[in-house]
């Protein structure tokens, strides 16, 4: 009797315990996805490579694009072979997606694009006499005083730096302001700050006109 005991113990083993477990992960699948750098300085976690896994569709991944000194995470691209989507990335450090992977993504291929960051703008200054009600300080005809900076130099200004700008009015002339005009997205300086202090500290993370409105005293 105790050998018969023993034979049903292993039966219950090899079969009882699998089909248990075959019961608890009928939902479950196996999927794989791989991670690519294909361009620019960085690295990401997981490392780049291919993985797989028995989950759930509840399952969550996490994939990080972490870029090296210098460089910004520009876009990660996800790819199942019939579609396509873009992760647009504007802002510094390490970017996140988190993924949940469907049924449809038995093979997923994420790519990573790392961009150089765009380390200096331009400065420019510029006197201008009063403008006129229907002018812009940009369209004025230049005069009524010098304009300087602390900047070494004007077109190769750290993006974020912080810079002193001054201006001495000419014989005739008195200070009113200054404009400060930063450059958009669309290429086209948009007026963005006023500072009333012939000596001001303006902080510039785009090319930027500073013009300097003097008055005929």
Request: proline share 6%.
């Amino acid at each position: 009797m105790k050998k018969w005991g023993s034979f049903l113990v292993r039966i219950c083993v090899f079969l009882v315990i699998p089909l248990g477990m075959a019961s608890t992960c009928e939902n479950c699948e196996i999927f794989r996805f791989e991670i690519k750098i294909v361009a620019g300085e960085g690295t990401t976690e997981p490392p780049p490579g291919t993985y797989d896994g028995y989950h759930g569709w509840e399952n969550e991944e996490t994939i990080q694009a972490i870029p090296a000194e210098g460089w910004h995470v520009e876009k990660v691209t996800k790819n199942t072979g019939y579609s396509e989507s873009t992760y647009e990335n504007y802002l510094p450090g390490t970017a996140y997606i988190l993924w949940h992977p469907g049924p449809d993504e038995l093979f997923t291929i994420f790519e990573v694009y790392f961009a150089k960051d765009e380390s200096t703008v331009v400065l420019e200054l510029l006197a201008k006499p009063k403008i006129e009600y229907d002018q812009s300080g940009l369209d004025a005809p230049s005069g009524g005083g010098v304009v300087t900076s602390d900047a070494e130099s004007l077109t190769t200004i750290p993006a974020g730096a912080t810079v002193i700008i001054n201006c001495n009015p000419d014989s005739g002339y008195q200070f009113v302001r200054w404009d400060i005009y930063s450059k958009k997205a669309n290429g086209v300086f948009e007026k963005t700050d006023e500072r009333t202090a012939p000596e001001s500290t303006i902080t510039v993370y785009a090319d930027t006109k500073a013009v300097a409105i003097f008055k005929k005293t």
